[in-house]
């Protein structure tokens, strides 16, 4: 079974300063897609980012990019120019491409604070 | 609009008493998932189903039944034999199989609390 192991349970940042939230995964699959999914204070669960994994270029979405290093099984989320309203939990999640397992995966999520 | 709309947005549950959290989506979506989140913590699946009439046990399905009778329809029944009920629950869809790289999307939760 995968696993996915976010070890920050909290970090925070000065607003328009870059911050990078760590995730590992535990896979023996060779095709499978990440994810990154922010929940603020509402709770809905917000795609950030997608990456996958047969593409060695790492997935960019305007402030937010990743680091895949899929051989160290590590996918970092870099945000950059930081804005109070990227607070939030973010979650890494990893989803399978075997039929029959598709489901998500999620980690235990990092608390991400902007200070003004 | 299109999305995913579930309903209660507030429950609350009497011991012994079963409870059904409705989810809707009109995606046209084929997967609809359910799970559960408790305070501080990531997000376990609880039940799937990736066409109608057909679901799979999550990893904590124990205590939860659901039904898929209808593509758009995806309803969790939390019965008396789920001892620590109280939690958030998302229901989330996909169009269909990852092997596209299809994304799950979620709504917007439902709080049960027992009473």
């Known amino acids: 079974a995968q696993t996915v192991t976010q070890s920050q349970p909290e970090m925070s940042v000065q607003e328009a300063e870059t911050v990078t939230l760590s995730c590992t995964y535990d896979?023996?699959?060779?095709?499978?897609?990440l994810f990154w999914y922010k929940q603020p204070p509402s709770r809905q669960m917000i795609l950030v980012i997608r990456?996958?994994?047969?593409?060695?270029q790492n997935a960019t979405e305007n402030r937010f990019s990743v680091n895949f290093q899929k051989a160290a099984k590590s996918f970092s989320l870099k945000i950059s120019d930081s804005q109070l309203g990227d607070a939030a939990m973010y979650f890494c999640?990893?989803?399978?491409?075997?039929?029959?397992?598709?489901?998500?995966?999620f980690g235990t999520g990092t608390r991400l604070t902007i200070i003004p | 609009d299109g999305g995913i709309t579930q309903s209660p947005k507030y429950l609350f549950r009497k011991e012994g008493q079963n409870v059904t959290l409705s989810c809707e989506q009109n995606?046209?979506?084929?997967?609809m998932y359910w799970y559960r989140q408790d305070p501080g913590q990531g997000l376990r699946l609880i039940y799937y189903s990736q066409i109608v009439n057909d679901f799979q046990k999550g990893d904590i399905a124990e205590g939860y039944s659901v039904s898929r009778e209808k593509k758009e329809s995806f309803p969790l029944t939390v019965t008396s034999a789920q001892k620590n009920p109280t939690a958030f629950y998302l229901c989330?869809?996909?169009?269909?199989?990852?092997?596209?790289?299809?994304?799950?999307?979620f709504g917007e939760g439902s709080w049960l609390t027992v009473v």
């Open positions: 995606l046209n979506h084929d997967a």
């Open positions: 990456q996958e994994a047969y593409k060695q």
């Open positions: 999640a990893y989803r399978s491409v075997d039929f029959g397992n598709e489901k998500l995966t």
């Open positions: 989330a869809s996909s169009i269909g199989s990852s092997l596209s790289g299809n994304t799950i999307y």
């Open positions: 896979t023996s699959e060779s095709d499978y897609y």
